[in-house]
């Protein structure tokens, strides 16, 4: 059994393909989403059928595989099952990839007035969001009203906070402009709040400098060390500043997804599964967990940041540590994660990549990661597609039907 069709979860059941083992791969949704794109359907760059793909068209030629649309609410590890509304199902292995959601630090009021991104749906609604904001601002009298409509607030300066404003800082300053007769979009106020000293604090300091220079420049107000102490609707504490603002966005924390409570161990704070060397559960040995929802301390004493080659790399690993058990081989040795690098886009042509010895900034830095996101758009419509649509809507300043909001 796998739980969950993301990076990990599927990565583990295409790695089972020749294995003489029966798989099936539950997830709640009938899609696998490529996340790092999701900003781009959030900014109307891309639709959401250029990120998205069914999971069982993906596994439809894998013999040994089934597909399952359930949402699991239980493990239960003493029976080896898995429970689900409707029904249990029984296991001999169990890999789970269920990944992470939103945290909102104990203060889950401030969801309503700003959500995150992390599904389809996020990307539709901050979509919606966006585009609406300056529909109103266009038919408000009141210019003070206006400006608040016309003010969007980021709180956290990861790598969806910075993507996500230079990606609006510039709809505003390119694709919108001459749209309207009343509001001109340019006077958007784009606000990328950051609690800690500087944004994109995973890249070293010199590349996360150039990135907040990039997005100064596409008109980004970059606030640094501006710790978040409340939401409402249409506002944003920093301290004793509050800030009136017609959209406001959650980009600050994430914590794994609560199915990992009922495994019944201690999970760490952010909610994640603390792992063995081969990334089994204490006790456990038929129990691996993989992706945003491991901690996986064992390389670096922290664990393994949450990004995509993490979960593919873990799936990769589980599956074969199975294949392994079941043909009555040798394990092969404890997991250890190959850093392909890290890499943050900020606009037009625009981006910061950490490649080890390698650092690249600007359009360099852009063309590769176009380079690796096309790469990695495992089994999609088709890539090339993709990316010249992609590559269209930037050159060109379009977002065509891409504007409609509801689509
Ligand atoms: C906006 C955004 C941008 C990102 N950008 C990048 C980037 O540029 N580079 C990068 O490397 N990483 C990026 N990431 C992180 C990366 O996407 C994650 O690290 C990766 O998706 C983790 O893979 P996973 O398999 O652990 O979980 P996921 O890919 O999140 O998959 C989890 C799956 O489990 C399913 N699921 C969850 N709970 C249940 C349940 N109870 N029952 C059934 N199914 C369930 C979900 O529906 C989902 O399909 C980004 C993430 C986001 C949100």
């Known amino acids: 059994m796998i739980i969950g069709g993301g990076f990990g979860g599927l990565t583990a059941a295409r790695s089972l393909r020749t294995a003489p083992v029966s798989v099936t791969l539950v997830d709640r949704r009938n899609h696998h989403v490529f996340q790092p794109l999701l900003y781009q359907v959030a900014t109307a760059a891309l639709s959401p059928g250029d990120i998205a793909y ?3 068209s993906i596994l439809r030629k894998q013999k040994n595989t089934e597909v399952l649309l359930a949402e699991i609410a239980a493990i239960d590890l003493s029976r080896r099952e898995l429970q689900f ?8 292995y169990l890999i789970v990839g269920a990944g992470a959601a939103h945290s909102y630090f104990g203060h889950d009021d401030w969801e309503k007035s700003a959500p995150g ?8 609604e901050i979509r919606r969001r966006f585009l609406l904001a300056f529909e109103e601002a266009e038919r408000e009298p009141d210019p003070a009203r206006r400006q608040k409509l016309l003010t969007f607030v980021l709180v956290g300066g990861g790598p969806t906070g910075a993507e996500l404003a230079g990606a609006m800082a510039e709809i505003s300053r390119t694709v919108l402009v001459g749209d309207f007769r009343v509001v001109d979009p340019r006077q958007a106020r784009i606000i990328l709040l950051e609690a800690g000293p500087r944004i994109l604090p995973t890249f070293p300091e010199g590349l996360s400098a150039k990135a907040s220079a990039a997005l100064t420049r596409l008109g980004v107000e970059v606030r640094i060390g501006s710790p978040v102490t409340g939401i409402g609707p249409g506002f944003v504490d920093v301290g004793a500043e509050r800030l009136e603002a017609g959209t406001i966005l959650w980009s600050a924390g994430v914590a794994a997804a609560p199915v990992a409570r009922s495994l019944g161990i201690p999970l760490d704070r952010a909610g994640r599964v603390p792992v063995e060397p081969d990334l089994s559960i204490p006790g456990h040995p038929e129990v691996f967990v993989i992706g945003d929802l491991a901690a996986f301390l064992h390389q670096t004493g922290k664990p393994l940041p949450g990004v995509a080659q993490v979960a593919i790399q873990q799936g990769r690993y589980a599956a074969t540590a199975i294949a392994r058990r ?15 690098g890290n890499l943050a886009v900020l606009g037009r042509g625009a981006a910061i990549a950490d490649l080890g010895r390698v650092r690249l900034s600007g359009f360099p830095a852009w063309l590769f990661w176009c380079f690796v996101h096309i790469l990695y758009l495992i089994g999609f419509r088709n ?15 379009e977002r065509g039907a891409r504007l409609i909001t509801g689509n």
């Open 54 to 56: 069914p999971i069982r």
């Open 85 to 92: 509304t409707g029904g249990s199902i029984s296991y001999d």
């Open 117 to 124: 991104l992390k599904t389809l749906e996020d990307a539709l």
């Open 326 to 340: 079941v043909s009555g081989q040798p394990s092969a040795g404890p997991f250890h994660y190959r850093d392909p």
């Open 383 to 397: 890539r090339f597609i993709v990316m010249f649509e992609w590559a269209w809507a930037y050159f060109r300043n």
